[in-house]
């Protein structure tokens, strides 16, 4: 049986009178990939930052990692990362000054870090560049250390907003590898998108129109449904029938 990981139960967001987010109810199982897609503005990133313990809902029932989101944000933030397309990284340090400030962040211990960094700085083949600043570092690359730096403290739970926004194709495939790989070892990967192509990538989607979940299941299945080639079909006829 699978494992629950995140609880949703008629989650609402409201801005005084904008319905942000309006009743949503979804479940997230350990180690799944789960697509959020929407267009933009549709209430992908609102959702998000409740589920980060980063917003108060205004109504619902939110477990995140086992934990209540009205009264133990700060213990779901220390068991999940969260990586942003706007911001992740602080481009006036180094790569390696990076790490280490996460890596304090997260409450690691000296030996960790210094441990932890040496791995991550091979694995990204980065050894010839890591005292160079973020900011010199093509996006691809920014991205994919900011994949790095947010499960640095090996969290449940990683929540990815637009992280491959205005990534090149080759780039945004590479990333993809890198979700793939924590996930086979178990890691849960909730991940924001409006590429319908990666919906492809994920074991379940959720797709939202303005502020609703207006379908949940995987690509093959909603695919079937719609009567669609592709993810691309089924958001259109989602869209337009909504």
């Known amino acids: 049986m699978k494992e629950t990981?995140?609880?949703?139960?008629?989650?609402?967001?409201?801005?005084?009178?904008?319905?942000?987010?309006?009743?949503?109810?979804?479940?997230?199982?350990?180690?799944?990939?789960?697509?959020?897609?929407?267009?933009?503005?549709?209430?992908?990133?609102?959702?998000?930052?409740?589920?980060?313990?980063?917003?108060?809902?205004?109504s619902g029932d939110i477990n995140i990692a086992g934990f209540d989101?009205?009264?133990?944000?700060?213990?779901?933030?220390?068991?999940?990362?969260?990586?942003?397309?706007?911001?992740?990284?602080?481009?006036?340090?180094?790569?390696?000054e990076n790490i280490s400030f996460y890596g304090g962040i997260y409450k690691l211990s000296n030996k960790e870090i210094k441990e932890k960094k040496e791995l991550l700085i091979?694995?990204?083949q980065l050894n010839a560049v890591r005292k160079k600043l973020?900011?010199?570092?093509?996006?691809?690359?920014?991205?994919?250390?900011?994949?790095s730096v947010a499960i640095f403290h090996e969290p449940k739970i990683v929540f990815l907003d637009e992280p491959t926004g205005g990534v090149d194709p080759i780039t945004r495939r590479q990333f993809w590898d890198m979700i793939y790989e924590e996930s086979d070892k178990g890691l849960t990967v909730f991940v924001t998108t409006h590429y319908m192509d990666e919906a492809e990538y994920c074991n379940r989607v959720s797709i939202m129109v303005d502020g609703k979940i207006a379908a949940l299941d995987t690509p093959v299945n909603l695919m079937q449904t719609y009567n669609a080639k592709n993810m691309d079909e089924v958001f259109l006829k989602i869209v337009r029938f909504s």
């Open 5 to 58: 990981i995140i609880t949703v139960r008629n989650l609402s967001k409201k801005f005084g009178d904008f319905i942000a987010n309006d009743d949503l109810s979804f479940d997230v199982y350990k180690g799944e990939i789960f697509g959020f897609l929407g267009a933009n503005g549709a209430g992908k990133t609102t959702a998000m930052r409740v589920l980060c313990g980063l917003s108060k809902p205004t």
């Open 134 to 147: 973020v900011r010199e570092l093509p996006l691809g690359w920014r991205q994919k250390l900011a994949f």
């Open 69 to 96: 989101v009205y009264s133990q944000t700060e213990l779901i933030k220390t068991n999940i990362g969260y990586m942003s397309q706007k911001f992740s990284l602080y481009e006036d340090l180094t790569i390696d």
């Open 122 to 124: 091979n694995k990204l």
